[in-house]
């Protein structure tokens, strides 16, 4: 028993543990996302609208998460965001997390500090 919960607790403390999500179907699946946030997701269409290359993996799943649920509100994200799985938000976020972009955010390593 103490060795199930001591292999779950690393699971957790690994970097990858929560990495769930394939960047290749997220790349299919981002298709849609690319007409507002641009097909870099570096050069959105419009002013209101985020840059999401060079944005954390795990800050893009959560604010998927919340728009789906309603915890965070927008109706725009709202509908795009319900309409995912939870295995949909995660494909999207390792794809999207892995782009390069001009968007400034505190380095991985930082944050693990
Ligand atoms: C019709 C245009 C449109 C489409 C399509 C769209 N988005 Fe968005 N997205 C927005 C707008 C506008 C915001 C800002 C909403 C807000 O103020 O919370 C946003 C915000 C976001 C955010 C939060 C960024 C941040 O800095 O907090 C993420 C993540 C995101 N979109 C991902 C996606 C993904 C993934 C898809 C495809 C499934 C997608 N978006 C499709 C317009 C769009």
């Given amino acids: 028993m103490k060795s199930v919960l001591l292999v779950a607790l690393l699971a957790c403390a690994s970097p990858f543990a929560h990495a769930g999500g394939h960047a290749d179907a997220g790349a299919q699946k981002s298709k849609v996302c690319a007409a507002c946030h641009g097909a870099d997701f570096n050069t959105p269409i419009s002013p209101d609208i985020p840059r999401l290359a060079g944005q954390h993996r795990d800050y893009i799943a959560r604010a998927l998460t919340d728009y789906k649920s309603g915890e965070r509100k927008n109706p725009v994200m709202g509908a795009q965001a319900g309409a995912l799985s939870a ?16 968007l400034k955010v505190i380095p991985e390593q930082r944050l693990a500090n």
């Fill in 87 to 102: 295995q949909d938000i995660e494909d999207l976020a390792a794809y999207i997390g892995n782009l390069k972009g001009t």
